[in-house]
Each structure stands twice: as structure tokens, then as C-alpha cells.
């Protein structure tokens, strides 16, 4: 009889940010829906206690299904027959209890069954369910492809496949081949038109698909032939009712098992496009991963609060040299760093989904009406700082939970390495956050220009200017201390005129970047609620030193040390 | 054509996590200590209802209390599970009542109900731990009843085949509707509180919780009748008053105790045959078997 919303308290502190009041006025439309739907809120007070309450749901569903099934899904695992998967019996039972909650589309609009819930609740939710089972977040949390079709797909599309997602159809986003990974350019699966039965085939394979036997798909296909790189893709959507698809084999992972990664095998599999031609890789897709890219982000700090939590209670209980070791040092330091990683990202986490929030919701707005002057100015503000800190969000916090898994292990000693409790699964599901969505490195990539344009620096010099209480001044002079010598590195860096160096330097600017946003975040959290001054100064000591170290290491390079580190 | 489904359902004290303080020094429950709850097994025979709602098109499911007035929380709680409507039974003149008098106050808010097909009820409740209410509305409304339903296989011409969980084993009986059916613990957990519905009928009160209402919430409930909890009194349905609350009750505490439970003595027993023969014996003896 638990609930993971109502027993962490971070959590409704990050919902009741004061941006929801603007973000919650554009996803209502200023509440013009209020008689239309009998379930869509009257004014801000009352969509705000619909979120509160629908988020307590989930909050007990986690606590008393999903969680504890997560055992028995790590386990059991989901099985291959007859060319289709079948998920784990306690996948089955969470993902049933789920839909009878209604917690499917939750982020699309109410005229296609949707809760019409902006971003930062449905990421809430996901940051909770992560909590309890990482791997049935991959199923559940695919719901967000939804938001691909109602972005870019025909109103008559939309009438036919969102409602479908908003009854507890479950989707699967089909990119990655066996020789497309991380280069998505390369993507070989074939899309045919046939004239005579109007129709696109797809033929080819793919691999690695998180729920590929999922009930609706967007599939990136090479639609024009002789083509070789992204701007002969094009995104379609696959209907699994119409067949053509089989389930070659369902990949035996180290973490995340409850989850089908499938490979999957199209055999003149009939599909429709959605959008235009051409756009598939260079808009779709993009749009598609930064959607993914958030969810990940969700799920890894989901699954550092589980971590964070195992080790907390584990050390609270296990004596050693006769009392609880949470009494030492080096486990009492340990676990306040944990925290302190576990609030910065997800201070990150909901800054960035409130960005997502504004700017997406414009740029619908801007499909139904003109966007006013100012309007336009606030859509191209959020979504540049949207595009700014999604790969940062990603990159750190899932980081972050690796760090926090790997020290949640730790702090259990040998009984971590045994597979009696549950921190064992929480590190090899944390293992993946990193990787998936694009990995660490390609986080990076997308973010350096941030930090070659000034465009960090900017925000930062923004989050500088904000006014705070007085006695929060101290905290302040360390954050201008610390972008100091990250303009100095970044200077060093870029003076160098020389790309490779950017990008061999690229992760620890970036990191430096990232570590004094989420100082800035935690700075205003506590200016918000005091009570988060012990965080925001553990991780300030653990961020100050983080930064310093990277500036040494950028103190003390030139473009020779390319050659020393090249290994061949 | 739908069914008409009674779900009947208390609020009621969660004993489960009892505390130092759960009783008072005169024996009665503290219910100021405890949280109160939807019964557990009531919620069992709502999740039977909405089964047969889901299954059987124009099936109406109505939650029925009687109680103080924040039971109209656990209506709430059933509307926000699937069921279509919740009437409050509160009076004073209700208070004190014991089973037979609480059958008897449910029945007379059944007759006013109308025609039904089905009353669903959990075996009973965590609080008093009787499960006689269930069978005596059935008494006294004079229709056939079920007891420790665990499944209901299916509803069909005027039939029910229901699955029943006793002590020994398992038994599949059938009953000609309007029939009363008593849900066991053992028979499917509800379903969760569902999101759309929960939005829709949050803000869904009796006529005395709005008491103290702005005029906004006012205006509110006008627009959206649906937001009404019907709230009968004992005016609002005909009975006998001796019958209800205090004078109505035949039951007396003569005196209530404090049982703490103790471990006795471990025995260690090895697996041969005489000392399996000597166990057996003691515990036909003492009547914990046979």
C-alpha cells in the first residue's frame, strides 16, 4: 500500500514550478475545452489538482503492481512464439492495470482520448514508473512516438491511430539496423510504392527495437532508390494488424529484460507515410529522438531515485563493527553525493520537459491561429533552450543514475553482487541509459555547439542575473567562480582553431556547462524552498571540484596532445 | 439489455495497520486513529459489477453506503473505479445500528432504489469481521443469495453461474437473478482508479459536504448534475424507525478484551513415522483437526 508520487515529496516540488502557470494556460488554451469535455479542468487550480491526483495513481499502481513484479519480469523475461513476442506475465498485469488507470496517451489531445497533459506531468510519470521497473518504462513510455503522428501525420491519420494509442495500443519506434546504429544515414530497409494497390511496401530488417512487436510502429524506410544517405528516408507508420512483420529473435540483454529488443524481419509489410517524403531522418526523426532523449532522461533519474533509496535503506540497516554503517564517512558521503547527483538531474530533467512544454505547445497553437509577435518570440526562445538542454538532460542524468547504480552496489558490499536484492537489476538496467537514444558521446555532439556559440554561456549568464534571497549569495559566487574558468577553458579550446581538439575536449566543456546549469537550477530551488540547501551545497562542493578538474585537464593540453592520445 | 448491479460498500477503519492507540479504554474502536478505507473485499464485489458492466452493454452499476458523511469519499472512489452512481445513506437516527439494523436500513434504500437484477457485497467488513449484513439484506428483500463468490462465470437469461471459494475447496453454483452475491477476498483486486473518470468527478460532492461551497462550486454543480452524490436520509426512504439505529440493534457488548497473542513453545519434530502418528494424534485431540 505504498505510493512512489506521494512518499517523494521532489517530485510535486518540481510540478508545482511556478513556468506551469504559462505552460498549463497554452496546453488548456485558456480552458476553452471546460464544457467540451467533462474531464478537462476548469482553471489552473483545478488542471493542477488533475495532475496532482492523476499522478498519485500512478504513484500507487508503481508502489503496489509494477514494482513489485519487477522481479519476476527481470526473470521471466518476454518470449518469442510463432514470430511474435509475449511479454512477461507481470509486464502483462502492469501494463493491463495501466490502461485501465487510463494512462495511455496522456500527453495527446482530449479529441482523440487523450488527458491533454502537458510534458512535465507525462515525464513525471515516467520519471515514477522508471522507478519501479526501468524495463516496463520502455514499454509503457512509447506512447510518446504518438506525439510524432499527431505532430507531422494527416488529421485522417491522426483519426485512426491515436485513439487506438490512447485505448492502451503500445508502439515501437523502428530505426536501427544491423549497419545503421549510431549513423542513422546509412538505414537500408526498402519502401516501395506500388501503384496498382496504392500502396507502400517495406522490405528489409531491422534490429534491436525496443517493443518491436509493438501494436503500431513509425518506421524509417529508404523510399528513394538510388539514394544513400538521409535524404532519401522517409518515416512511415506500420499497422501490426495488417502483418508482414516477423519477430526474428528477441535479444538476450544485460539489463532492462523485461523489455522486447527485437530484430525484426519486413517482408512486403504494407505501411503509409507519414509526412513527406524526404523528411523522414532530417525532421521526423529528430523531432522523434528528442521526445525519446527526454524519456530516457526520465527513466535514468527514475532509476538513480531507486538506487539512491536500496542504498539508503541498506545502510541505515546493515551494522558493521557494531552500528549501522551510514554512520561512516565513506558511506555517509557517498549517499549525500547520490542525492546530490539524483536532484541536480532531475532539476534538469523537468527545466528541460517545461521548455519542451512551451515550445511544442506553440508551434500546435501556431497550426490553429497566428502566433502574436511576442508568441513567436517565446516559441523560438524555449525551443532553442529545449535544444540546448535536451542532450544535457540525457547525457548527465543518465550519467548520473550509472554513477548512482554503480555506488548503490557498492554500499550493499558483497550482498550487492548477489542477485537477492534488487540493486543488482537496478545496475544492469541503469547500463543501458547511457547508451540507448543515442549514447553519451553523441550527447555530446549535439551539445558542443551550445558551448562553441556561447549559447550555455548566455543561459547561464540569464540564470546569473535571476534575483535570489540574500543569504543565498554565497552559493551564487561559486557558480560565477565556476563559469569563469569554464570561459577560460572554452576560450583555450575554440582560440585552438582546430576541430579536432573541439572535439576531443568536446565531453569535458560540455560537462562543465552542464554542471553549472544544474547548479543554477538547484541554486533556484532553493530559493524556492529552503530545505534544499543541503543538496544544493554537497553537490556544489562535488560540481566545484568536477569542474576544476576538467579545467586542469584543458589548462594543460595543446592540439600535440591529439597525436599522444591517438591510439591506432 | 443491461443489468441493474447494487454494489453495496462501507467505509470503514483500516485495521490493517492497527497501532497502540486503535482502541479506546470503553472497548470501541478509535476511528480517529485509524485512516478510513474502502472496505477491501467491498472493492472485490465493485470489480465483480464492473466486470459484468464491461461485458454486458447498458449495465448500470450504483454504489450504495450508509455512513457518516465522509463516506461519500469511498462513493467518490467507486465513481472513479467505473461505477455509474453512489448514494449516501446518512441519518442520526441511523447511528448505533447494529447488522440487523444496518440490513434493515440498506434494504428499505434498495426498495427505494427500484427494480435490480444484482446486489454485490463484500463477505464482510475489516471492522466488525460479522459478514451477516450481506445475507440479511437478501433476507429481507426475500431474495436468493450467494456467499464467498470468488468469480462470476457469467450472467445469462435470467441466470448467474458464480464460483464460490469455501474452506475445503471450491464450489460453481448457480442462482436465479435479482440475486444478492457476497465477494471474498480471494476473487480479483479492483481496478485501479481510472484517470478520466477521477477528473470528471472529482469535484463530485453530497448536498452537506457542500455545506460550506463558494458560490463558484455552486454554479459548478449546476451546470454538471452529474457532480451530485444522492444523499437519503431517513425521510428520504420508508422504514419502520424502531428498526434503525440503537433501538433497532438486539446486539449488546457485554465487554470487550484485549487478546495478546503468544508464541508457545516450539516442539522439534524429526521425520519419522511415530513421531508424525503422535503429532496427528495431539491435533485430533485438541480439535485443531477433524
Not at chain 1, 248 to 274: D, H, W, Y
Not at chain 1, 308 to 319: D, V
Request: proline share 3%; with cysteine; net charge neutral.
Amino acid at each position: 500500500m505504498g505510493n512512489f508520487y506521494t512518499d517523494n515529496p521532489d517530485l510535486k516540488f518540481q510540478l508545482q514550478h511556478p513556468l506551469m502557470k504559462r505552460i498549463v494556460e497554452l496546453k488548456e488554451r485558456n480552458f476553452t475545452e471546460k464544457n467540451k469535455y467533462d474531464y478537462a479542468p476548469q482553471d489552473f487550480e483545478d488542471a493542477m489538482d488533475s495532475y496532482d491526483k492523476v499522478l498519485e495513481i500512478v504513484g500507487e499502481i508503481c508502489a503496489d503492481i509494477v514494482a513489485p513484479n519487477a522481479e519476476s519480469v527481470d526473470h521471466e523475461g518476454p518470449k518469442l512464439e510463432n514470430g511474435r513476442v509475449k511479454y512477461a506475465s507481470g509486464t502483462q498485469v502492469n501494463l493491463e492495470a495501466l490502461k485501465q488507470a487510463g494512462l495511455m496517451g496522456m500527453s495527446l489531445p482530449r479529441r482523440f482520448g487523450g488527458l491533454n497533459f502537458p510534458i512535465v506531468p507525462y515525464i513525471m510519470a515516467a520519471d515514477i514508473v522508471s522507478r519501479a521497473d526501468a524495463s516496463f518504462v520502455n514499454i509503457w513510455g512509447l506512447q510518446d512516438c504518438a506525439e510524432t503522428i499527431n505532430e507531422f501525420a494527416t488529421e485522417e491519420q491522426k483519426m485512426r491511430y491515436l485513439p487506438r494509442v490512447c485505448e492502451g495500443a503500445t508502439m515501437a519506434m523502428d530505426l536501427t539496423e544491423p549497419d545503421a546504429g549510431s549513423d542513422l544515414q546509412a538505414v537500408m530497409l526498402k519502401a516501395t510504392y506500388d501503384e496498382k494497390t496504392n500502396q507502400w511496401y517495406l522490405n528489409g530488417v531491422k534490429r534491436f527495437i525496443t517493443n518491436g512487436d509493438g501494436d503500431i510502429a513509425l518506421v524509417l524506410a529508404r523510399s528513394e532508390e538510388g539514394t544513400t544517405d538521409g535524404r532519401g528516408l522517409s518515416m512511415f507508420i506500420y499497422d501490426r494488424r495488417n502483418g508482414g512483420i516477423t519477430v526474428r529473435r528477441i535479444e538476450n540483454k544485460m539489463g532492462i529484460k523485461g523489455s522486447p529488443t527485437c530484430e525484426l524481419v519486413f517482408k512486403n509489410a504494407p505501411a503509409e507515410l507519414c509526412g513527406q517524403r524526404r523528411l523522414g531522418l532530417i525532421k521526423y526523426v529528430m523531432a522523434l529522438m528528442n521526445g525519446a532523449r527526454l524519456g530516457i532522461a526520465a527513466q535514468s533519474v527514475g532509476i538513480s531515485e531507486a538506487a539512491y533509496r536500496e542504498a539508503l535503506n541498506y545502510a541505515r540497516e546493515r551494522q558493521q563493527f557494531g552500528k549501522p554503517i551510514i554512520e561512516f564517512p565513506a558511506i555517509y558521503e557517498m549517499l549525500s553525493v547520490m542525492k546530490a547527483k539524483l536532484d541536480a538531474s532531475r532539476a534538469l530533467l523537468y527545466e528541460t520537459a517545461r521548455y519542451v512544454d512551451i515550445y511544442k505547445t506553440l508551434t500546435h497553437i501556431s497550426e490553429e491561429r497566428e502566433l502574436t509577435k511576442e508568441e513567436k518570440e517565446e516559441l523560438k526562445k524555449y525551443q532553442k533552450w529545449a535544444d540546448l538542454f535536451t542532450p544535457l538532460a540525457k547525457g548527465i542524468a543518465s550519467e548520473f543514475c550509472n554513477q548512482n547504480a554503480y555506488d548503490a552496489v557498492q554500499i550493499h558490499g558483497g550482498s550487492g553482487f548477489m542477485k537477492d536484492y534488487p540493486v543488482e537489476r537496478i545496475y544492469r538496467d541503469a547500463r543501458i541509459t547511457s547508451i540507448y537514444e543515442g549514447t553519451t558521446q553523441l550527447q555530446v555532439v549535439a551539445a558542443i555547439r551550445g558551448v562553441t556559440t556561447g549559447a550555455y554561456l548566455a543561459r547561464i549568464k540569464e540564470f546569473e542575473a535571476t534575483e535570489i534571497k540574500p543569504e543565498l549569495e554565497t552559493y551564487r559566487r561559486i557558480l560565477v567562480a565556476m563559469t569563469q574558468a569554464y570561459e577560460e577553458a572554452v576560450k583555450k579550446v575554440v582560440d585552438a582553431n582546430n576541430n579536432e581538439f573541439v572535439d576531443f575536449h568536446a565531453r569535458r566543456l560540455v560537462e562543465m556547462a552542464g554542471f553549472i546549469i544544474m547548479g543554477y537550477l538547484l541554486l533556484m530551488d532553493t530559493n524556492r524552498d529552503h530545505n534544499y540547501w543541503k543538496t544544493l551545497e554537497v553537490y556544489l562542493k562535488f560540481a566545484r571540484s568536477q569542474n576544476e578538474q576538467r579545467a586542469e585537464f584543458i589548462r594543460y593540453s595543446n592540439v600535440n596532445d591529439l597525436g599522444k592520445f591517438k591510439v591506432v | 439489455m443491461g443489468l441493474k448491479i447494487i454494489v453495496l460498500a462501507k467505509q470503514v477503519p483500516d485495521t490493517r495497520n492497527v497501532g497502540k492507540d486503535a482502541m479506546k479504554a470503553d472497548g470501541t474502536v478509535n476511528r480517529a486513529a485509524l485512516p478510513a478505507i474502502f472496505n477491501p473485499e467491498d472493492l472485490n464485489a465493485l470489480e465483480q459489477a464492473l466486470r459484468l458492466k464491461d461485458q454486458i452493454p447498458g449495465t448500470t452499476v450504483t454504489l450504495l453506503t450508509m455512513g457518516p458523511v465522509r463516506a461519500a469519499e469511498i462513493l467518490r472512489e467507486g465513481l472513479f473505479r467505473g461505477a455509474d452512481d453512489g448514494i449516501l445513506l446518512t441519518d442520526r437516527a441511523f447511528a448505533g445500528s447494529d447488522t440487523l439494523a444496518t440490513s434493515y436500513a440498506l434494504s428499505c434504500a434498495i426498495r427505494k432504489i427500484g427494480k435490480f437484477d444484482l446486489i454485490f457485497a463484500g463477505r464482510q467488513a475489516i471492522d466488525g469481521d460479522t459478514a451477516q449484513v450481506g445475507p440479511q439484506v437478501a433476507e429481507k428483500l426475500g431474495i436468493p443469495q450467494i456467499t464467498y463468490a470468488e468469480d462470476v462465470l457469467f450472467v445469462k437469461d435470467g441466470a448467474i453461474r458464480v464460483k464460490r471459494r469455501l474452506e475445503r475447496g471450491v464450489e460453481i453454483v448457480e442462482g436465479k437473478l435479482p440475486i444478492l452475491v457476497t465477494v471474498n477476498g480471494s476473487a480479483p483486486a479492483c481496478r485501479p482508479r481510472n484517470a478520466r473518470l477521477l477528473m470528471k468527478y472529482k469535484h463530485a460532492t453530497t448536498i452537506s459536504e457542500r455545506a460550506e461551497k463558494s458560490e463558484d462550486y455552486m454554479a459548478l454543480i449546476n451546470e454538471k448534475p452529474y457532480l451530485n452524490i444522492k444523499e437519503w436520509s431517513v425521510n428520504d426512504i420508508e422504514c419502520d424507525r424502531e428498526q434503525l439505529g440503537l433501538s433497532g440493534s438486539p446486539t449488546k457488548v457485554k465487554k470487550i478484551e484485549n487478546i495478546v497473542f503468544q508464541v508457545k513453545e516450539a516442539k522439534r519434530l524429526t521425520d519419522s513415522d511415530s513421531d508424525i502418528n503422535q503429532l496427528m494424534k495431539e491435533l485430533i485431540e485438541n480439535h485443531t483437526i477433524g
